[in-house]
T-cell receptor
Framework: AQKITQTQPGMFVQEKEAVTLDCTYDTSDPSYGLFWYKQPSSGEMIFLIYQGSYDQQNATEGRYSLNFQKARKSANLVISASQLGDSAMYFCAMRGKYAGGTSYGKLTFGQGTILTVHP | GAGVSQSPRYKVTKRGQDVALRCDPISGHVSLYWYRQALGQGPEFLTYFNYEAQQDKSGLPNDRFSAERPEGSISTLTIQRTEQRDSAMYRC??????????????FGPGTRLLVL
C-alpha cells in the first residue's frame, strides 16, 4: 500500500523568502512518481512538479524545486522567493503500480499543507 | 485546448435520490480518473478507466457508486440512493496514458455535491 504524510497542517512565510513543505511517503513499489499540486482558494488543482524514483537529479520548475531524499523517503517542495499568490493548499501525491499491475493508476494524496504568504 | 470539464458544477439533492456526475476529459487522453475530496482533505481515489475499460474500482465506497465510460471519452459517475455522507467535491482527472509513471493527471473543476 502507498501512503503519503504531510505533517505540517499550516505554514507561514514572508513574501520573497523561501519555504519548504514537507512530504514523506511509503511504498513497496520500486518504480514510482511523486507529484505536487497547488489548490488555491478557487478550488482548482494545479500541477506543479514531478519527481521520478529513478531520477538522478532533483526536479526543478521555475521557483519550485523538489528536495528528493530517496533513502529517507521524503520529497519536500521548496518554493523560492514566495509571492502573495503562492498562498494556497499544497498536496503531495504518489503514483505507483498497484498490486503488481502493468499500468500506473491512482494518485495517493497527503492531507495537504496550507501555506500563507505574508506581505 | 480545453481542459477537463465537469458538470454540473454544483448539485443539491435530497437524501435517497440518484445523481449522475459528468466528466469530459482532455481530448485524446486515454486515462480518466475519479476522486472524491472532503473539505480540507486531499483527494481520495475512486476509480479509473483506460479507454472504456474500468481498470480499478477499488476506491468506490460501496455498491451505490458506479462509473462508466462507454465510448472511451465522457465518463459518468452515478451515486444511487444518496446519503448525507456522500456530500463532497467530486473531481475528475485525465492523463494521456497510464503506462508511464510521470504522466501528469490534469484535474477538472469538480462537482460540489450536497445531499440534504
Amino acid at each position: 500500500a502507498q501512503k503519503i504524510t504531510q505533517t505540517q497542517p499550516g505554514m507561514f512565510v514572508q513574501e520573497k523568502e523561501a519555504v519548504t513543505l514537507d512530504c514523506t511517503y511509503d511504498t513497496s513499489d520500486p518504480s514510482y512518481g511523486l507529484f505536487w499540486y497547488k489548490q488555491p482558494s478557487s478550488g482548482e488543482m494545479i500541477f506543479l512538479i514531478y519527481q521520478g524514483s529513478y531520477d538522478q537529479q532533483n526536479a526543478t520548475e521555475g521557483r519550485y524545486s523538489l528536495n528528493f531524499q530517496k533513502a529517507r523517503k521524503s520529497a519536500n517542495l521548496v518554493i523560492s522567493a514566495s509571492q502573495l499568490g503562492d498562498s494556497a493548499m499544497y498536496f503531495c501525491a504518489m503514483r505507483g503500480k498497484y498490486a503488481g499491475g502493468t499500468s500506473y493508476g491512482k494518485l495517493t494524496f497527503g492531507q495537504g499543507t496550507i501555506l500563507t504568504v505574508h506581505p | 485546448g480545453a481542459g477537463v470539464s465537469q458538470s454540473p458544477r454544483y448539485k443539491v439533492t435530497k437524501r435517497g435520490q440518484d445523481v449522475a456526475l459528468r466528466c469530459d476529459p482532455i481530448s485524446g487522453h486515454v486515462s480518466l480518473y475519479w476522486y472524491r475530496q472532503a473539505l480540507g482533505q486531499g483527494p481520495e481515489f475512486l476509480t479509473y478507466f483506460n479507454y472504456e475499460a474500468q481498470q480499478d474500482k477499488s476506491g468506490l465506497p460501496n455498491d451505490r457508486f458506479s462509473a462508466e465510460r462507454p465510448e472511451g471519452s465522457i465518463s459518468t459517475l452515478t451515486i444511487q440512493r444518496t446519503e448525507q455522507r456522500d456530500s463532497a467535491m467530486y473531481r475528475c482527472a485525465s492523463s494521456y496514458t497510464s503506462t508511464v509513471v510521470k504522466e501528469t493527471q490534469y484535474f477538472g473543476p469538480g462537482t460540489r455535491l450536497l445531499v440534504l
